[in-house]
């Protein structure tokens, strides 16, 4: 391929492959390595912004300011742009749900067609762990090279940066000075404030991919009752551990449709999970090797005490906002987020924040987003970023994508509430083949209340679609598309003019073919 | 739940799970159940519409006649609503497609993680067709509660219909009059047309799941190059048979990208499938027991002799028009397509056809859409139907899912086409760890060029998107949205601004995102 040839007589190129064995070497030994520079140093342009972290956040941010003809730097203290997604966040927390969607496939079908018998198998947690490690420089490796050969982002990575004031930084031994400094210091799982929090086995999301050393034993403590927990709740589960969930407050409330709330935590406790709501650790013992041996908690039954070697906290993110505060003053509010305005600048002038750092919601979308409009502000466009009425998702052993509002919400707010769902109300209750589509099909057939809930929530009135609930597999992306339409207005006469692609895992667009005729809708 | 109690002081409602049983009753023993009947025989109204099948089309007709407040009755030859679709048709496909979709995860993890070792193993086709014969009357219970309970449809089931002239019908001993006939008659698989067709062991789709009686051998012919024969012939080779597929023209050449459908075509051989394109069937040779035990065939390199006793033909299907033509004498094509204009009507007053009867697309969304469509004229309404530009897609081991133009198409007709693809051309070929997502994030980890390919292609000028092309998992629900919002002119800076779910299956939102900041668009 001729544009690889090309490439070829620049010193500096290298392949994904060389990029990831480059990064491999850095992660062992960063300081052999150094910092690895990728500078135009016959560009003598000033930066137009310094990009302190070049997560998802300071990438994007750094692609969009460079495709509008801006120039900028980023500097990471690891060897690989892209930051903790792709690292030790986001990335594993998918493949770990794969193995949940997986093994309860396997558990559920034990022994019949293909599938090995599972009665009484525990299966390991770490051999999964470490495919990740060894798999993750992949990914890591094309954000290297799509940035540099590509996006032509100019970045010092595997250097730690040190601000100087608004416009300097130090780093890998250099002053480097820009127009702007742009925060993207991402965040951190914050941990569990009690007795015993330093043992050996006590693991968030990070340092499970970082520092897991040994298999984790028949019974797993998970702390916390959000996405995070739910999702590595599950798929410590779905390894065969008896898994025990302390929520303080209540289980995934932050799904907002009662009954797909329901119907996904009712998957859960039919796996064996045990869920206790209202509860908090009050002290975790050791044994004499410092290791995890019991977990003391406070639930509404009484004190209760749990031999385990593992446990795993979720308990939410804090953003890395000291070492902005330290070195510039920035202003931040009571979660520790740096407090910005709509064009994402800070208390101090020439000063932008984006990312985790400026707090939630804590997602990817936002954290792409918010430095693609830092970009732009900084190149002096006028914009105003505050997301609003995105959709959502998390995993149990299924995918659960949500948007706009629950039926309960709905109909505190309208008169006229429409509620198209599957299965439908029905004397057999769940168990009845249907919702079916792509990965439930199994499930369909053979234990049918296990092939998901869906939920269409309409106004009567206006025929408009106020909301869209799904437990299943293969409708996160569509919720992204969806939801935009949703939000211009999207009606069941405009949802019934559709062309699906039958067997859509959404069945909404039927639904509402079967509803449409109907001058005064009906619920089915 | 109060709902179904009142219900209970109806005789002739059934629970789903009685529906279940009847079903199943009726097509072990169909004259022994005899017709089921549901007419309102209080309700002295003539009815609007006699739908003939009750099929996609003629369930979606007739709930949309029944909401428009007219009054319809269904005839359907078997016990249940939903015609040969969750019978023998699409619904055991996608069954067969999960299954291959697992079968490949496990023979490429095969004695690794929790996956069983599958080396030189079989696994067994009549087990799955033997559950999904068992399941699928669990759908079916689920429409015909629906049709009856929600939808208010009116049916004679497990009866056949015999049109005495245009508003006149025979059905179960009885005669039934309405003011239009709507004609939803489907298709049927085209067979082979040589030597040795009817021998033991030659299937289609709709055979395969009705008649196979015994495990088929090591070696499989499929007949075929579109979406049935590559849906079925990969089922059959992830069970580890040796499949050879016969191919007269090009394989998939429905796919309208290139590099998309040559991604997935060297996914297909790298399974094992023997593709032989230019090849016909010019005999099929039995044993002494009647049964297949040779296939010849013509190849561009010369006859060819396969030992089979099985062979699976997906040649097309043809609309089962012959009993409307010999009744009603209504205008067919050649195809033998009953022809219709824009209302539904076709050559005979008061007659309409809909569905797969009125030819290609033979396609859900065009079968239900179709019959409401048909339902709206039949009620006063001025309407024109004529499928256009629906988004499309097909299984392989993996689902692809596509919209509007390929990259070629699109380079022939517009000056400045943009591209963004993941993976990216780069010197490793595909295999670097990107796309990522739901259900492909072992390969991602591990055999990074299975985990996927998609593209966007993108006008430079006007910024719009002109098509999208996908294979992995989890994006096909996606593609019908996503359609509707192309057809309005979705730009890139519109899929920039937009909240992706991430890891979002198509990498669109995020593509686009790297490069909207370019006033003069780049490709990726």
Known sequence: MDQFATKGSDPSFLTIEQWARKIEEALERPNVVGPIRNIRDDDRREFDA??????????????????????????????????????????????????????????????????????????????????????????????????????????????????????????????????????????????????????????????????????????????????????????????????????????????????????????????????????????????????????????????????????????????????????????????????VDEQLRTSIPDVYAVGDLIGAPMEMFKARKSGAYAARAIMGEKVSYRPSDWPDFLHTHYEVSWLGLGEEEARARYRSVVILKMPPDNPNGLDIGLPASDRTMLYAMAHPHMSGFQKLVLDGKTRRVLGAHHVGYGAKDAFQYLNVMVKKGLTIDELAEMDELFLNPTHFIQLSRLRAGHRELRSL
């Open 50 to 339: 310094i990009f302190i972290g070049g997560g998802a956040a300071g990438r994007f941010g750094s692609a969009y300011l460079r495709a509008l003809g801006g120039r900028q730097l980023i500097i990471d203290r690891w060897p690989f742009l892209g930051g903790s997604c792709p690292h030790n966040a986001c990335v594993p927390h998918h493949l770990f749900s794969d193995c949940a969607a997986e093994l309860m496939l396997a558990r559920t079908f034990s022994g019949t067609l293909w599938f090995p018998d599972m009665t009484g198998r525990t299966t390991s947690i770490k051999e999964v762990v470490d495919l990740f490690r060894r798999g993750r420089t992949g990914p890591h490796a094309v954000m290297n090279y799509q940035s540099k050969e590509q996006l032509d982002i100019e970045f010092v990575l595997n250097a730690s940066a040190r601000i100087l004031d608004a416009h300097t930084i130090e780093a890998a031994g250099e002053i480097f000075r820009a127009r702007t400094l742009v925060l993207a210091l991402g965040s951190k799982p914050i941990r569990l404030n009690t007795l015993g929090r330093d043992l050996h086995g006590i693991h968030d999301y990070a340092t499970l991919v970082e520092t897991l050393d040994r298999e984790p034993g028949e019974a797993i403590v998970v702390v916390g009752g959000s996405k995070t927990a739910v999702e590595y709740g599950c798929f410590f589960n779905a390894t065969g551990r008896r898994v025990i969930m302390l929520v303080r407050d209540r289980l995934l409330k932050l799904i907002n449709d009662g009954e797909t709330r329901t119907y996904a935590i009712d998957r859960m406790r039919e796996q064996g999970i045990k869920i206790l709501e209202g509860a908090t650790v009050s002290a975790i013992l050791g044994d004499a090797e410092g290791r995890v041996a019991r977990v003391v908690a406070d639930t509404p039954s009484g004190e209760l005490e749990i031999a385990t070697d593992f446990v795993f906290q979720a308990l939410g993110e804090r953003p890395r906002s000291r070492l902005a505060v330290e070195a510039l003053g920035v202003a931040i509010d009571d979660s520790g987020a740096v407090v």
